[in-house]
């Protein structure tokens, strides 16, 4: 007999824990005919590939294999928290678990450090990606910076609270996703929120967000000179309103990787792809349905 979890009582699908190397990643499958297609999730409080993508899935899932896959700290993938900002080897690991799922060319559409680690992994087994859509992600150090200094302050004061007082609650989170993730306040899901705070309480998130010690665990990875050897066609597709970095440093990832586009989307911030689902949806699928060299 299986057990019903907490997260698909949430509305989240059904997964299983896959064999990475020494280490396991929850992977969730939605959608069984067409090209497979990995989503990757960003690295807020509670965050996953479902939490991040739950209202376009049903878009993609007609046609596409999508294969949702938690990283390393994230959900109930194993904790390794020295780990979390070492996008080569989160890379890696997503890498092993495809290969264990007998996944072999696939397309990616990532958010945030998703887009960070996808990139790694692009560079260093190409075979497994055809097309890679990141949004949000900051993969280097040059041009790296807030939207508005500001807007910095703003994160530096919401992220550093996160662990301070009580310590972590859903309402620093819910205060997290209105100020930081979202332009508009009214995207919040309340069951959402409630998911993101469920997997809050597991051991990898809790490793990375739970104490002030912890918290993303040290400078991300600095993988400019790593981006210029990707084969693999990406789009950056941005928010207008993203808090987290500017529109020249989005572009500049595109001008970064040998064939980058740009695109950059009104109404949105760092969720884009909740708060415009089906715009989202549909002008990811037509990049990623475009031929690449070979077919």
């Known amino acids: 007999m299986t057990t019903m979890t907490t997260a698909e009582s949430l509305g989240a699908p059904a997964g299983r824990l896959v064999t990475a190397g020494e280490h396991k990643l929850h992977v969730a499958e939605v959608g069984e005919a067409g090209r497979p297609t990995v989503f990757l999730h960003g690295g807020g409080p509670g965050c996953t590939s479902w939490t991040d ?3 376009t899935i049903p878009y993609f899932a007609a046609d596409r294999r999508c294969i949702l896959v938690d990283m390393l700290n994230y959900g ?3 904790a390794v928290p020295s780990m979390s900002t070492s996008w080569t080897f989160q890379g890696d690991h997503v890498a092993l678990a495809l290969q264990e799922l007998g996944v072999g060319s696939a397309d990616f559409v ?5 887009g960070s680690a996808a990139l790694a992994l692009a560079a260093r087994h190409p075979e497994l990606v ?14 790296a910076g807030p939207l508005t200094p500001e807007l910095g302050a703003l994160t530096r004061e919401l992220v550093g609270g996160f662990t301070r ?3 972590p609650t859903k309402d620093k989170i819910r205060e997290i996703m209105i100020r930081l993730e979202y332009w508009d306040p009214a995207a919040v899901d309340e069951n959402n929120l409630e998911l993101r705070w469920h997997y809050m309480q597991q051991p990898g998130p809790h490793s990375t967000w739970g104490t002030a010690e912890n918290m993303m665990n040290g400078e991300p990875e600095d993988l400019e000179e790593l981006m210029r050897t990707v084969r693999a066609p990406v789009l950056v597709f941005w928010g207008r309103h993203d808090v987290f970095a500017t529109h020249e440093y989005a ?5 970064t ?14 969720h884009m792809e909740e708060e415009r689902p089906r715009d989202f949806a549909g002008l990811v699928t037509a990049w990623l349905d475009m031929p ?4």
């Open 53 to 55: 993508y739950w209202p």
């Open 165 to 167: 007082g009580e310590g």
């Open 251 to 255: 572009k500049s990832i595109a001008d």
């Open 292 to 295: 690449v060299d070979g077919e």
């Open 257 to 270: 990787v040998p064939h980058g586009d740009f695109y950059l989307m009104d109404g949105a911030g760092h």
């Open 130 to 143: 055809r097309r890679l859509v990141l949004t949000g992600s900051e993969p280097m150090r040059r041009g």
């Open 76 to 78: 109930y993938s194993d």
């Open 110 to 114: 990532c958010n945030s450090v998703g």
